[in-house]
């Protein structure tokens, strides 16, 4: 080995070295240091790996060493992605648990209408007028740290709200809105988009169909009796498809029409559950799946939704294709870490 080549090596080292604790967490130190002396053993005696690479069947030393750091490189960034999902999942508890505790409107019936909410400044009127004119329910706005104006009009029209501190995704709101539901002691939580697309004035309608089923979750689909869904888009409905056909694999006897559905009422029997299994970003079909797999009571009914008042979904476009690959991911691991 030259000792130019092991001089770079060196400084290379040294220059790593002094990250850790630093721009590279303390956390990864171990694997760093074993990963440097490895890199540094193979400059300096690469023959010294021969037996190795012979009794793995490698050929050549060099494609031994270029194995080891590329195993080595995904399992730092494996572990990495660990700990900022843990991380992401204390923020989305803490944020929700201190938004929750902050609530502090009268409960008058028996059914809390949750509704996720960012940067709607646009559409909150509406639907404020929609949810006012009906005396069947309490409702309340979960403001995930919205950017735009969306607090200042909520407060304006002296609607329900709380606000997180930080934005934290619609799981988080639907967090929030459960764990507000659990505290004041309500039967139902129905959640609902505040794009204007749900029909508020159908929630009446899925209480009294909740009550006769005596069912868990309630899902309001756009598919059923062939309704056609003028709020979606071709590539969302390949996306349910396909979210669909993976369904079955926790449950043949169950055929969802419309897992995606946002417009759905739960039971306070499953508030527990939700509020400490609460899936990731777009939670509606993992918690679809998980309640399959607890054996729960679900039912659809048929519903007519609308086109967004205003704005853009967050699911448009080629991000239709981004969300339906995680969905799928997402709910096939779930279903073999339950195998």
Known sequence: ???????????????LFSQLGGKVAARSAPAWLFFFGFLLFCVLSPESLRPIAEFLGIQVVSNLIFASLIFFLIFQALQESIFSTQ??????????TQTSQAHQYAKNHKTLVILPTYNEEKNIELMVSQLQANDSFDFC?????STDSTESVLKNLNAPYVTHSANIGVSGGLMTGFKIAKIR??????????????????IPELIKIAEKENCDLLIAS???????????TSLRRLGSFLIRSTLKAFSIKHTMTDPTSGFRLYSKSIFPLLISEMPEEYPEPEILALLLLKNKKITEVPIVMSPRNDGKSSISGVRSIHFMLKVLSALIGLRLRNL
């Open 1 to 15: 080995m030259s000792p130019i080549l092991i001089t770079l090596t060196f400084l290379g080292i040294a220059a």
């Open 87 to 96: 991380f992401g999942r204390k923020l989305r508890q803490l944020v929700s």
């Open 141 to 145: 706005f979960i403001n995930d740290g």
């Open 185 to 202: 002691d309500y039967d139902y939580v129905i959640q609902c988009d505040s794009d204007g697309q749900h029909p508020v004035s159908k």
């Open 222 to 232: 756009r598919f059923m009796e062939g309704l056609k869904d003028e709020s979606s």
